[in-house]
T-cell receptor, first 115, second 111 residues
Framework: DTEVTQTPKHLVMGMTNKKSLKCEQHMGHRAMYWYKQKAKKPPELMFVYSYEKLSINESVPSRFSPECPNSSLLNLHLHALQPEDSALYLC??????????????FGPGTRLTVT | KQEVTQIPAALSVPEGENLVLNCSFTDSAIYNLQWFRQDPGKGLTSLLLIQSSQREQTSGRLNASLDKSSGRSTLYIAASQPGDSATYLCAVRQDTDKLIFGTGTRLQVFP
């Protein structure tokens, strides 16, 4: 099974709301990723968790807060977002450092609209 | 800084044609290169992964080649079908746990 699941599929939130995106994989992967994708653009890396520790933060604003409660779950907590944060948020996973071939598997994404 | 570009940006072809999508990267020090397909508003589906030591990979009607020294990869699609219509993205992995994506090629195959 090479499935990464994401919930919710769609999310509309106001600028004062707090919400969370969830990602789950059961492939035994030890690296998990959050990407942001704007329309007609390639995905941009936001965060990488390796063995449940944050290993890469691509200078993402603090209104985005990632969390990795265990090796199968990845959350992205959202607070005080701006309309320009509206995008498709993609989660991915891979086997992790030291375990090639490092193929990344992506979930279906959450379409976020900030009003 | 690694830069990945894809040519053409968009392509519209009749069903049955054989296609070549191009991907170029500026830094040849890559670990692997991955080709993805993305349908509108959906996630990415991994098509093929080529390790830096490999020259090509094949899956069904798809064949991807890699020339690391010249910084190029091609995705060959044989006998294209309307169901192949999507955006195709290439991405390179270097020594950090990051994928750097190309700009994408939007493919439309019409009946």
């Amino acid at each position: 099974d090479t499935e990464v699941t994401q919930t919710p599929k769609h999310l509309v939130m106001g600028m004062t709301n707090k919400k969370s995106l969830k990602c789950e994989q059961h492939m035994g992967h030890r690296a998990m990723y959050w990407y942001k994708q704007k329309a007609k653009k390639p995905p941009e890396l936001m965060f990488v968790y390796s063995y449940e520790k944050l290993s890469i933060n691509e200078s993402v604003p603090s209104r985005f807060s990632p969390e990795c409660p265990n090796s199968s779950l990845l959350n992205l907590h959202l607070h005080a977002l701006q309309p320009e944060d509206s995008a498709l948020y993609l989660c991915a996973s891979s086997q992790g450092p030291g375990t090639p071939p490092y193929e990344q598997y992506f979930g279906p994404g959450t379409r976020l609209t900030v009003t | 800084k690694q830069e990945v570009t894809q040519i053409p940006a968009a392509l519209s072809v009749p069903e049955g044609e054989n296609l070549v999508l191009n991907c170029s990267f500026t830094d040849s020090a890559i670990y692997n290169l991955q080709w993805f397909r993305q349908d509108p508003g959906k996630g990415l589906t991994s098509l093929l992964l080529i390790q830096s030591s490999q020259r090509e990979q094949t899956s069904g009607r798809l064949n991807a080649s890699l020339d690391k020294s010249s910084g190029r990869s091609t995705l060959y699609i044989a006998a294209s079908q309307p169901g192949d219509s999507a955006t195709y993205l290439c991405a390179v992995r270097q020594d950090t746990d990051k994928l750097i994506f190309g700009t994408g090629t939007r493919l439309q195959v019409f009946p």
